[in-house]
Every structure is written in C-alpha cells, then in structure tokens.
C-alpha cells in the first residue's frame, strides 16, 4: 500500500515491497473481518435432514450474531446453537418453547402452557409435514428453551437431550444466500403467535 506524504520518501522496490503491501492488506482486512465474524454475522452451511422440508443440506446461511442482545428470542424463530453435548458442533432448529412455559407434546401436537395460556393452546406448525408420536412434557427454566427440527422424525432435538440454554444461542437465521433460487432474508420465518 502507498501512503502519500509531503516528505519524500524512498520507495521499497522489488520483493520486499511486494511482501510488505501483502502483509499489510492481510493485516487490515483481518482487523476489519475478524470482529464481524465473531460478534456481528458469521456463516453456517446446513448439513442434515433435520430442517426440511425448510433448509435442506448445503444451505449457506448467514447468522445474526447481534440482535440478540437487543431483542428476545420468539417462538418459531430459526436459530442456531451449540450442541450442549458437544459445544465444538453447531445445531440449527426452531423455537417451540420459551422460558418459564410447559411444553407438552401429546400425538405430533404441540401445546404451549403459559403465564397468558395458563390452559394451554396448540401450536400451529405449517412448516412440518410428518410428525413424531411423542409424549412427553417439558418445564422450562429462566433461560431455557425448546428446539425441533421440522423434520420431527430425523431430528435430535430437546425431544431427546433437553432444554437448551440462552448461552448456547449463537443467532437467528438472517439470510440464506445458496441456493440462488431460494435466496432470502429470515428464512424460515413464521408470523408471530402467542
């Protein structure tokens, strides 16, 4: 890189030179790359059924690391998280219950048990096409939630392995870029229940 000065200064010529803008083009782009990637976007690429017929394998998602120190997190949104068994292994789902709710799962139903639905309602779920026949009832904690994949019969999910915490959320689901025809923004968005 060239800096312009009104002092006359020799110029590196040559290999070293060459070397030396090299080094500091990596060097800035680092400095500019680096902070995204860790605290503001990053990119996830889909891998497994689990999500279809929402995502399916080679997706290539951007995740949005920020707004979620600014917004809560809502039922029905896609996120993506660390696996609590193995935080090196990154999960993608949907949100069924929020903190402090009872979810209960009788015959592939949903049922939300809350302040506001103290008798409970069933979840209307348009992006799953089969589901499991589970039974099972969940409370949920402070900073606890209940994932599952649309794809309720190949999905490990809090089904199987439990709440999943706050900390473990990485972000939302803010685009997907690949395939070209099915480039979005908040793919697997669902209007907001209750």
């Known amino acids: 890189m060239n800096v312009l000065s009104e002092h006359n200064q020799p110029k590196q ?14 060097l800035i782009a680092i400095l500019i790359v680096l902070p995204i990637r860790m605290f503001i976007a990053q990119p996830f690429i889909v891998s497994g ?4 017929p929402t995502f399916s394998s080679g997706d290539y998602l951007v995740v949005d690391q920020i707004s979620k120190r600014f917004e809560p997190f809502q039922r029905q949104e896609v996120i993506i998280f660390r696996y609590p068994k193995d935080p090196d292994t990154f999960f993608i789902k949907r949100i069924i219950g929020l903190p402090n709710e009872t979810v209960q799962i009788q015959n592939g139903n949903v049922f939300i048990y809350n302040d506001n639905n103290p008798n409970g309602f069933k979840l209307n779920e348009p992006y799953v096409t089969q589901s499991a026949p589970n039974i099972l009832t969940k ?30 959320i990485i972000g939302r689901a803010f685009t997907r870029l690949f395939p070209p025809d099915e480039i979005t923004l908040y793919p697997g968005h669902i209007k907001k229940e209750q």
């Open 13 to 26: 010529s040559g290999t070293r030179g060459f070397l030396r803008e090299v080094v500091e083009v990596a």
């Open 139 to 168: 409370e949920l904690g402070a900073n606890e939630y209940f994932v599952m994949g649309d794809n309720r019969k190949h999905s490990s999910d809090s089904r199987s392995w439990g709440a999943l915490t706050k900390k473990d």
């Open 49 to 52: 059924a689990s999500m279809q």
